[in-house]
């Protein structure tokens, strides 16, 4: 087990996890091929940690078993009524050796407020952070250590009580599995192209779209099609009163003219950890940052007229990526380039991989 010590803001004592070896691991050579060139989501580690949680004996069974199949009964909540949410962090290689991941706190907060829009148990933070950190401790040997490449970490959740009444699940599992990643931008970041999704809505008002959870991700799937046939990268989506909301899994950023940063807001839009840990990076420069509603009409009239002089957007995966171009059924609007956005991620990441000082105190070890 690893040693963690009772948790001085909540006094709970870690949790108590069994090991058990996966005999059939992958071999050192085996390993590093995989890392020479992981790609994304494609390969697995060897482990994946397990805790189950029930009405009655609460959070319990904490265990890393085998990464392989789940069994789950036919009858699984989950498979019916899509009661689950998820996370997505990274694992970096610092120079030295060590591994730390970027404010694994803020996702674990995420988790549990998703939780609880899913009517899910609230994992404790703790108990979040402590689940990476068995997991690394057994499979840390899978962190890459190429330029750009890291080790993605996805914990979830879903309710795997067998029953077929529509209410909350007694018995939920929390799963952490993870993924080597490469470079996402092979050959240096470039620019994506936009559609813009006028059929289609990612979320609606009172709705799922500030949590995680799969069901969004489902939703977008079809406009994301759409955009493929039209030729794009990414889709957009509107709210209901035409205000922008985000791409199918990453937040929309502005820059103006005059300096300021502008990010659309609601509760109908996740909370993105890399958009907020940019805007402070942002505001460490000196400029002013809002969060509120931007129309359609203000995006291309400000494109248009000069005033908006940037577009980008972030996320876990990709970091940041500047758009290009917005196309929608009867309109391409090229959108204007700038520096910032290279700048931000290039300043974000040399403090992930411990290449620049963590001012913050983002950054949390999982090796030690």
Same mark, same amino acid.
């Given at each position: 087990?690893?040693?963690?010590?009772?948790?001085?803001?909540?006094?709970?004592?870690?949790?108590?996890?069994?090991?058990?070896?996966?005999?059939?691991?992958?071999?050192?050579?085996?390993?590093?091929?995989?890392?020479?060139?992981?790609?994304?989501?494609?390969?697995?580690?060897?482990?994946?940690?397990?805790?189950?949680?029930?009405?009655?004996?609460?959070?319990?069974?904490?265990?890393?078993?085998?990464?392989?199949?789940?069994?789950?009964?036919?009858?699984?909540?989950?498979?019916?009524?899509?009661?689950?949410?998820?996370?997505?962090?990274?694992?970096?290689?610092?120079?030295?050796?060590?591994?730390?991941?970027?404010?694994?706190?803020?996702?674990?907060?995420?988790?549990?407020?998703?939780?609880?829009?899913?009517?899910?148990?609230?994992?404790?933070?703790?108990?979040?952070?402590?689940? =990476?950190?068995?997991?690394?401790?057994?499979?840390?040997?899978?962190?890459?250590?190429?330029?750009?490449?890291?080790?993605?970490?996805?914990?979830?959740?879903?309710?795997?009580?067998?029953?077929?009444?529509?209410?909350?699940?007694?018995?939920?599992?929390?799963?952490?599995?993870?993924?080597?990643?490469?470079?996402?931008?092979?050959?240096?970041?470039?620019?994506?192209?936009?559609?813009?999704?006028?059929?289609?809505?990612?979320?609606?008002?009172?709705?799922?779209?500030?949590?995680?959870?799969?069901?969004?991700?489902?939703?977008?799937?079809?406009?994301?099609?759409?955009?493929?046939?039209?030729?794009?990268?990414?889709?957009?989506?509107?709210?209901?009163?035409?205000?922008?909301?985000? =791409?199918?899994?990453?937040?929309?950023?502005?820059?103006?003219?005059?300096?300021?940063?502008?990010?659309?807001?609601?509760?109908?839009?996740?909370?993105?950890?890399?958009?907020?840990?940019?805007?402070?990076?942002?505001?460490?420069?000196?400029?002013?940052?809002?969060?509120?509603?931007?129309?359609?009409?203000?995006?291309?009239?400000?494109?248009?007229?000069?005033?908006?002089?940037?577009?980008?957007?972030?996320?876990?995966?990709?970091?940041?990526?500047?758009?290009?171009?917005?196309?929608?059924?009867?309109?391409?609007?090229?959108?204007?380039?700038?520096?910032?956005?290279?700048?931000?991620?290039?300043?974000?990441?040399?403090?992930?991989?411990?290449?620049?000082?963590?001012?913050?105190?983002?950054?949390?070890?999982?090796?030690?």
């Amino acid at each position: 087990m690893t040693t963690i010590d009772t948790d001085p803001d909540t006094g709970l004592d870690p949790l108590d996890f069994s090991v058990t070896r996966n005999l059939a691991a992958k071999s050192n050579a085996d390993r590093d091929a995989i890392l020479a060139s992981p790609g994304f989501g494609q390969s697995f580690t060897d482990h994946m940690v397990d805790i189950c949680w029930s009405v009655r004996g609460g959070w319990h069974r904490p265990r890393v078993s085998p990464y392989g199949p789940i069994s789950l009964d036919p009858a699984a909540a989950v498979l019916h009524y899509g009661q689950e949410i998820f996370e997505g962090i990274k694992a970096y290689r610092h120079a030295d050796g060590s591994v730390h991941t970027f404010r694994p706190d803020q996702n674990g907060r995420r988790l549990q407020r998703s939780a609880r829009r899913l009517a899910l148990p609230e994992l404790p933070v703790p108990y979040f952070l402590q689940a =990476l950190r068995e997991l690394i401790a057994v499979d840390g040997a899978w962190v890459p250590s190429g330029e750009d490449q890291s080790l993605y970490l996805r914990p979830f959740m879903f309710a795997k009580e067998a029953f077929l009444g529509v209410r909350p699940a007694h018995k939920v599992a929390f799963y952490v599995i993870a993924s080597p990643a490469g470079a996402y931008f092979k050959g240096g970041v470039k620019p994506v192209s936009i559609w813009l999704s006028e059929d289609y809505s990612r979320a609606g008002k009172g709705g799922t779209g500030a949590a995680k959870t799969g069901g969004n991700y489902a939703a977008s799937l079809l406009p994301q099609s759409e955009a493929y046939e039209n030729e794009c990268d990414q889709v957009v989506f509107l709210d209901q009163d035409r205000n922008v909301e985000e =791409l199918g899994g990453m937040n929309v950023v502005f820059v103006y003219k005059d300096g300021t940063i502008v990010t659309p807001q609601s509760d109908s839009i996740l909370e993105g950890i890399t958009r907020d840990s940019l805007l402070q990076l942002a505001r460490d420069r000196g400029h002013h940052v809002e969060g509120r509603n931007v129309s359609l009409t203000e995006w291309r009239e400000g494109v248009a007229s000069g005033d908006i002089v940037e577009v980008f957007a972030c996320g876990t995966a990709a970091v940041v990526t500047p758009i290009g171009t917005l196309k929608g059924r009867d309109f391409i609007d090229e959108q204007p380039t700038g520096t910032l956005a290279l700048e931000l991620r290039e300043e974000l990441t040399n403090i992930q991989y411990g290449r620049a000082e963590d001012k913050h105190d983002w950054l949390y070890r999982l090796d030690a």
